[in-house]
């Protein structure tokens, strides 16, 4: 840890508020649109913690488990490995589902094989429009299956739900059908791609007074210390279960799954992606402060708030790291780092000041060195490294194997951003 803390490296941050993209230009014109740079010292995703440079794949392997440990240790927590009970049961398959569009799939994935312990549907549909095993987009939800639509088969989750003021203190009712955030599920399935969501209270509670609920009850021996398993862990490990089971479905490709998630799940979609490399690609849309966004650059959300708010969702550890975001010796950028080379999007939404899209943009920026060394473009920008002057425009996409975009609007999930998704599965999966 000490060696972490004392080595910086001190690329420039150039913040851009208000100034035109050049990403639309052939080159930067940095006299034109004059950057104004802050120095902040942030961790060096390819220097290993004993000071040693990375130069090669191999050596990334090794700095990667680094990565994955200090993560571990200080912030998302310790997570059990796949349970050698755990059973999976298809208890509906319907090939006439969505007007005859797709095929339905709900399975049961029983944690620890016993029916009365704990245990998440996954809701499944796959397009008929397309052939051969199906390239999917698997989704870590807010609200039970059955608030993705008024698909009125849908079942309803047995597990606490929360209210409209965010109080988990309701059972599912029907009421509730398709009442979650946009998930354009016929958008996705016309472009040829399968849909799969997963309840996020079905792995473990978003409740600091119940924490101990769901998966997490089931390994004592992984609460009480620092590096506890915390209920991001959880929601990312879930996310792993359903791979397990999507291994097991021939109509399902499963070497081609995006993890998807929004917001506080788009922090969970990018443990997952980072700590499991079975998932194809990342998809993080606003996921903002315990997610893409650098604590260093000191705005948005704070560590203090995501710790007293959420207490829940991160180890014990991170609070000791309260009012230290801009000091912190390691930051975001290293989380995305360690999902490459494989493609992960990041979405920013201009208003929301709370995610901040420049800590977004940049985490992008600062993950980027390592896509390069693996032989892939990271984030693409105009004119030469180390950083680009200026942020891309509000509406623009970034495409490269990290690709990033910021749209007008507030913080949420919309059509748009699932079309910038689409056009990244287009370039990496078919
Ligand atoms: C709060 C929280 C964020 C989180 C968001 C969400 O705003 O501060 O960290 O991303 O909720 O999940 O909607």
Redesign the pocket.
Known sequence: MTSVLTRWFGLALLLTTGLTSAYSQEQLRPDSVPPRPVVLPIADPLTMNNGSKVNTAGQWAKRREEILQLFTAEEYGQSPSRPAKMTFKVFETDKHALNDKATRKQVTVLFNGQPDGPQMDILIYLPHSVKGPIPLILQLGFGGNYTLSDDSAVRLTSTWVASGKGVIDHRATEACRGKGPNNDVELILSRGYGFATIYCGDIAADDKDSSKDGVLRLYPGLQDRPDNFSTIGAWAWGLSRALDYMETDKDIDARKVAVFG??????AALWAGATDERFAMVISN??????VKLFHSGRG?TIK??CT??PHWFCARFSHYIDQDTLLPFDQHLVVAAIAPRPICIGSAEGDK??DPEGEFYSAVYASPVYRLLGTTGLPWPGHPPVPAAMPSVGETVAGQIQYHIRPGS?GIITYDWEQYLNAMDRFFK
């Open positions: 929004f917001s506080r799940l788009g922090k606003e996921s903002g402060a315990g997610g959300e708030h995501l708010a959420f709370n995610s913080h």
